[in-house]
C-alpha cells in the first residue's frame, strides 16, 4: 500500500496573482513545504528569454524539490513557450505531449506520463482545456479517445488540471464513460473539505456574478454520479480567483485509489502566487 501526496496547480507562468510580480521563488518554498510525491502543473513557462529568472521552470522546480519533470510545450511565443508539467518522486517509465488545440488562439495539450509505484503502472495525464464549451467538449472526446486506446482498464489512472469548465458539465462524462472520480466527491472529510466558508461580501459578490454574467448556469444546482452509481451533489472546489474563490475550474480526477482527503489551499501564501488556488489530496494506492 503506498499514499501519494498529489497537488495540481495552474502557476500562472510563475508570477503573482495580479501578474505584477515574480512569485516562482515564492511557490517553490509553498511547494516543498507540501512534500509533494506528484504535482500537475499548469501554465509553465519552459522558455523565458526576457526574464532568465522566469527561465525552464519545470526544471527549477524538479530541481528544488528533487523530482522526475515531464514538460509538455504547447503555447510558443518569440521570446516564451509555456504548457503543462509533470514532477514525480515515482520513475518515470515515459511520456507524450498530445495537441489537442481547437484554434489558432489557444494551444493546448494533453501530457500523459506514466511512472511506476511499487512495480504497479500509474497513468497521470495533465490537462489545461480551452475558454469555450465547444472547444473543451472536442478536447475532452480527444482524451477519452487517448484513453481507451492507451490506458489498460485495470491500471490506476490520474487526471488533473485547469478543465475551464466552471458550470461541471463535463462530470458525467468522466464517471460514465472512464468510471473516473472528482476526488472532492469521494473524499471522506466530506463537504467541509472543498472549501472554507465564504464571507458574507463575497458570497453577496458572487450572486452578483451569478445573475449577471452566467445566467444559464446553476452552479448551486450541479450533480453528477457518485461511486455507487446514484446521482449526488458534489460539485468541485472554488479555486479561481484566489484572492477570493468562486468558480469551480481545476480538478483532479481518478481511478484505482482511495481518497483519503482532498482541500483548497486558501488564504496566504497561496493567494499571491497565481491567480489560481491548488487542489491538495492524499489517495492510497491498494
Known sequence: MSVLRIVSYNIHKGRSAMGVRESLSELRLGLYGLR????????????????SILDAQ???LGAALNMDVCYGCNAVRADTDHGNALLSRFP????????????????????????????????????HLGLFAGGRSRQINALVERIK?????????????DFNDWNNRLAPLFVQQLGLYEVFSASPRGLSARQLPLSKS????????????FPAARLDSIFELGINGAARHTPPPRTFPAAFPWLRLDRIYQRGFAVRNARVLHGNPWRQLSDHAPIFTELELP
Open 36 to 51: 509533494p510525491d506528484l504535482l500537475f502543473l499548469q501554465e509553465v513557462q519552459g522558455r523565458n528569454e526576457r526574464e
Open 202 to 213: 463575497v458570497r453577496n459578490l458572487g450572486r452578483s456574478l451569478r445573475s449577471l454574467q
Open 149 to 161: 486506446r492507451l490506458v489498460p482498464a485495470q491500471d490506476p489512472l490520474l487526471i488533473a488540471g
Open 58 to 60: 519545470h526544471e527549477s
Open 92 to 127: 518515470v517509465l515515459g511520456f507524450e505531449n498530445q495537441d489537442i488545440s481547437d484554434h489558432r488562439l489557444e494551444q493546448r495539450g494533453l501530457l500523459h506520463a506514466t511512472i511506476l509505484v511499487d512495480e504497479t503502472p500509474v497513468h497521470c495525464i495533465v490537462v
